[in-house]
């Protein structure tokens, strides 16, 4: 018998899939609020203006196409540790911190958790509940089993904060407990600092392993206050992962300019920890793509450059709250009587919108309007163009039966 013959089509990809039959789907009033990625007003997904200096300094300058090394060049790693811990960070100085440049967050994701497997080969991993659809995906793919702590809310839209503590607290030493450091993904509910701070002294108490995911970092608040549930658990424990991604704040998605940083107890521990690291990389993908990592890189070299790329985050941040306050409004100017107040809060690209998954599947179906199974919403898919017709399609999906 052939290999392939017995095989039937695997099932889409919960994400990636959407957009596929998106791009099929011949209605011109189309929305794809679906994959995390940003649009701009015009429905554009637009090169940053810095970026695209920079990679003009790249065409004149770049001066080799020879491999990087296992875990990517020097400069990139310093600046990502320099983002994610701020400059001048103690654990940086004590050089308790290493970091491997990754294809994508993804990519940071899944070598940490090779790693992992290696040194906890019977670990249990903590997702929160619920979380990116990937995770699950990642971690079973590593080989390790996986639970769910309790997250979000449904009924007043926030954290399940007594739930999600109890929880953490009965996690066995030496598991795994993944967590979104800002613009938590899907439900967009973040932790406040005093909330990150009981997490820390639970991972410090219990001694299980936090396994940071920093993908949207200056989507929520800004740079620095995105950041400080990272430094709240550095503060505390002696060691974690983050994986981190310019995917989105450089809107370098297609470049898959990512990271895995590690944390060790000491220098000496972190440099042998990376050593493996290293072997792990070698072995999936032997180093990185360096296209992503350049500009990342040229860009925070050069004051003016950072700048010009902080404003366009910054931008970025304003439009996605705009969007989230002109749906609000557009929800109740068509007589929807669910308070959708809570659309304004939450954090990042997206927006748990409380649809159901017969909803969903009737926006999709009927108004060409594609939104992930879970009622997840790409809130920086809306623009001023299709704001209106989106409104008018929610509020009829949402009308009582009858
Ligand atoms: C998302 O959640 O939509 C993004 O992180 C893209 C992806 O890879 O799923």
């Given at each position: 018998m052939n290999l392939f013959d017995t095989l039937t089509p695997a099932p889409p990809d919960a994400i990636l899939g959407l957009t596929e039959a998106f791009k099929a789907d011949e209605r011109p009033e189309k929305i794809n609020l679906g994959v995390g990625v940003y649009q701009d007003d015009q429905g554009r997904t637009p090169v940053m203006a810095s970026v695209k200096a920079a990679e003009k300094v790249l065409l004149e300058t770049e001066s080799s196409k020879s491999y990087l090394s296992i875990g990517g060049a020097p400069d990139y790693k310093t600046h990502v540790q320099r983002l994610l811990l701020g400059e001048g960070h103690p654990a940086l100085h004590a050089e308790r911190v290493r970091t491997a440049h990754t294809p994508g967050g993804t990519g940071g994701l899944r070598v940490g958790a090779e790693l992992l497997k290696q040194l906890r080969p019977d670990a249990t991993v903590w997702l929160s509940d619920p979380t990116w659809a990937n995770h699950r995906g990642i971690f079973t793919a590593a080989g390790f089993r996986v639970e769910v702590y309790p997250y979000y809310d449904a009924a007043h839209k926030g954290l399940n904060e007594a739930g999600m503590m109890t929880a953490l607290d009965g996690v066995p030493a030496d598991d795994i407990v993944l967590?979104?450091?800002?613009?938590?993904?899907?439900?967009?509910v973040d932790l406040t600092e005093a909330q990150w701070s009981a997490v820390g002294r639970l991972a410090a108490d219990r001694r299980w392993t936090p396994f940071l995911d920093f993908a949207y970092q200056g989507l929520g608040v800004d740079l620095e206050t995105d950041r400080r549930g990272l430094?709240?658990?550095?503060?505390?424990?002696?060691?974690?992962?983050?994986?981190?991604?310019?995917?989105?704040?450089?809107?370098?998605?297609?470049?898959?300019?990512?990271?895995?940083?590690?944390?060790?107890?000491?220098?000496?521990?972190?440099?042998?920890?990376?050593?493996?690291?290293?072997?792990?990389?070698?072995?999936?993908?032997?180093?990185?793509?360096?296209?992503?990592?350049?500009?990342v890189t040229t860009v925070l070299n050069d004051p003016a450059l950072r700048e010009q790329w902080e404003a366009?985050?910054?931008?970025?941040?304003?439009?996605?709250?705009?969007?989230?306050?002109?749906?609000?409004?557009?929800?109740?100017?068509?007589?929807?009587?669910?308070?959708?107040?809570?659309?304004?809060?939450?954090?990042?690209?997206?927006?748990?919108?409380?649809?159901?998954d017969s909803q969903v599947a009737f926006l999709r179906e009927q108004k060409g309007i594609y939104i992930v199974k879970g009622g997840r919403i790409n809130v920086a898919g809306i623009t001023s163009g299709n704001l209106d017709y989106l409104c008018d399609a929610l509020a009829e999906a949402l009308k009582p039966a009858g």
């Open positions: 967590l979104h450091v800002c613009c938590h993904n899907p439900t967009g430094l709240a658990l550095v503060d505390q424990v002696p060691e974690l992962f983050v994986a981190s991604s310019f995917s989105k704040n450089f809107g370098l998605y297609r470049e898959r300019t990512g990271a895995l940083s590690l944390m060790a107890a000491t220098a000496s521990a972190a440099t042998a920890a990376f050593s493996h690291l290293e072997k792990t990389i070698r072995v999936l993908y032997s180093n990185p793509p360096a296209h992503g990592g350049l500009i366009e985050v910054a931008t970025i941040r304003e439009r996605i709250q705009s969007v989230r306050s002109a749906l609000v409004v557009g929800l109740k100017e068509r007589g929807v009587d669910r308070d959708f107040s809570f659309i304004e809060s939450q954090k990042g690209m997206f927006s748990f919108s409380g649809l159901t």
